[in-house]
């Protein structure tokens, strides 16, 4: 059974009020963009060098993903391959797509438990 809101005999049990959430929503900020971004050239680039049988969204969100997390103190990234498997949706990116990815694109060290070290590689030029 649904209750409204603002019904009289609700006596004020939620505390939800306009004013809270608008509150709220000034306080967090202006909502964040998911989608990964990369500069043109390099998304361009990155189309021409992904291999055929790799999806070009795996790469273009591996690059994005590097961009945004990189320490300045290294080149190296460690990469949460589990995580990524539930990002894409498949446990097959783990063990299929980042080794078929040519170290020009993404230069890989394996670690195991889940996880890797990975830098762009040579031909990726960042501006």
């Not at 509150?23 to 900020?29: I, P």
């Not at 964040?32 to 055929?52: D, F, G, M, V």
């Not at 078929?100 to 890989?108: A, H, M, V």
Request: hydrophobic share 40%; proline share 9%; net charge neutral.
């Amino acid at each position: 059974m649904q209750i409204p809101l603002f019904a009289p005999t609700t006596q004020g049990q939620w505390g939800l009020r306009f004013d809270s959430f608008l509150a709220q929503a000034l306080e967090l900020g202006p909502l964040r963009k998911n989608e990964p971004e990369l500069p043109p050239a390099l998304a361009e680039r990155l189309y021409s060098l992904t291999p055929k049988g790799v999806p070009l969204e795996m790469v273009t969100t591996l690059a994005a993903y590097y961009l945004a997390k990189k320490l300045e103190d290294s080149d190296w990234m460690v990469l949460p391959v589990v995580n990524f498997d539930a990002y894409f949706g498949t446990t097959s990116f783990g063990w299929k797509y980042p080794k078929q990815i040519p170290e020009t694109i993404l230069e890989r060290v394996e670690t195991g438990f889940g996880l890797c070290r990975y830098r762009l590689g040579k031909a990726i030029v960042i501006e």
